[in-house]
């Protein structure tokens, strides 16, 4: 592995990150607070911690020691995603799959919701993973039941937006339901995005904004990947009825970080090093092969000239997990995209969640993702392992922690998806 190719990619991959840092993104949104009432700090996904502990920091810099009588709130975020507050309170939960810990936290951050009163301001910050962490099933599905259904959608490589769908409908807490619940307190929504696009309906299942999809769709989307609950949850489907978009007039939402901006970070560091960038957009997704098979294709068909090239994506790939491996989209990515290159000269590659956890527990010691290089094949042989047999297995994770390919980084506390960069020397 050439080592200054390695610390290249690496340096665009913490810039990335650190733009969209809640310390660098969060701060120009924050509302202040409502004069006559509270300001009620509410939260959910894995960036929610780290804006909590931003927004107390900005009003305490304000306020003093007296910023406890100011605010107050509850945000729930994944398990070692935490930060330190005094204010708002942080509780850790299950993430991807929701678990008890999430439920309870969700059904208390619902009644704080719901106890608003006209003068007081809810202020929501919201970032990916907050559709498994605001879980809150309606009557008549379980939390195993909920599970079960999250864990076989992922299992069968369904998209963010098809889970989401889902989710909101069968859900107590999203899908605009929080802020309908918050009324009549204005409800204020400064959100990080992860999603392609950056649809408010698709973050975190847009727990406070108008739903745009149905409870039809939802059904189809359970008929197409053949959940086995499907027969028995369209019956709860086809009773459900929501409100219009007159009943979301006190809720704002406002984009405080998007996929795009860690792109064009990167970007621009890359250029002051002085390699040409193409961007090749910040919403790609599909199955983590067929992309990087995609992208081989691309990066062979650049012409590096005298700068050397370096092409950046985000968005969100997909596994369909039919081996008994280890790994995440990421590092499924990187494996495919060494031997869709086999080895061809001056290309090197990173491809990282940005969260600091591809498909990982949440530990501090998961994998972010991998790096290649033109050396990573004849490596893999040497150290005796089949590439393309581990790729079969899903079991990216076991091949690139054999090299020493994997980053691991731990939590970043901001997620705005998948960040790629492939770099073609001269």
Request: hydrophobic share 45%; aromatic share 4%.
């Amino acid at each position: 592995m050439n080592e200054e190719m390695r610390s290249f990619l690496l340096d665009l991959f913490l810039e990335a990150v650190r733009v969209v840092k809640a310390g660098n993104c969060l701060p120009p949104h924050l509302p202040p607070i409502p004069r006559g009432g509270r300001l009620i700090v509410l939260g959910a996904g894995k960036a929610a911690a780290d804006m909590a502990a931003v927004a107390e920091a900005h009003y305490r810099a304000e306020f003093g020691e007296e910023v406890a009588e100011q605010i107050c709130g509850l945000v729930i975020t994944r398990y070692g995603h935490g930060a330190p507050t005094s204010c708002i309170e942080v509780v850790e939960a299950g993430h991807p799959v929701p678990d008890m810990a999430g439920l309870k936290a969700a059904k208390r951050l619902f009644c704080l919701a719901a106890g608003a009163g006209k003068h007081d301001l809810v202020l929501f910050l919201l970032s990916g993973g907050g559709s498994a962490l605001l879980t809150m099933p309606r009557r008549g599905v379980s939390l195993e039941m909920k599970q079960r259904v999250i864990g076989d959608l992922m299992r069968k490589g369904a998209g963010i937006a098809e889970m989401n769908c889902v989710r909101k409908h069968l859900s107590d807490i999203k899908g605009g339901k929080l802020a309908l619940a918050a009324a009549p307190a204005r409800i204020l929504t400064l959100a990080i995005s992860d999603v392609a696009g950056d649809d408010p309906g698709v973050i975190a299942s847009g727990p406070s904004v108008y739903d745009e999809t149905t409870a039809r769709q939802a059904y189809e989307i359970l008929q197409k990947y053949e959940i086995v609950a499907c027969r028995q949850l369209g019956f709860l489907l086809e009773s459900e009825s929501k409100p219009g978009r007159a009943a979301f007039s006190h809720a704002e939402y406002v984009l405080v970080a998007r996929p795009v901006q860690a792109l064009e970070a990167a970007a621009a560091l890359a250029r002051a090093r002085g390699w040409q960038v193409r961007i090749q957009g910040d919403a790609l997704e599909g199955n983590a092969v067929e992309l990087a098979r995609a992208h081989a294709a691309e990066i062979l068909g650049e012409n590096p000239g005298q700068k050397g090239v370096v092409l950046l994506s985000g968005g969100e790939v997909t596994v369909t997990l039919t081996g008994t491996g280890r790994g995440g989209p990421n590092q499924e990515y990187a494996l495919a995209l060494a031997l869709a290159l086999e080895g061809a000269d001056g290309i090197h590659a990173l491809a990282c969640d940005t969260d600091g956890n591809d498909g990982g527990r949440g530990r501090a010691d998961d994998p972010a993702g991998a790096i290649i290089s033109p050396s990573t094949l004849l490596r893999a042989v040497e150290a005796g392992l089949d590439p393309v047999a581990c790729l079969a297995n899903n079991d990216s994770g076991g091949f690139f922690v054999a090299l020493g390919d994997l980053v691991q980084i731990g939590p970043t506390l901001t997620n705005v998806n998948d960040f790629r960069a492939i770099l073609r020397r001269p």
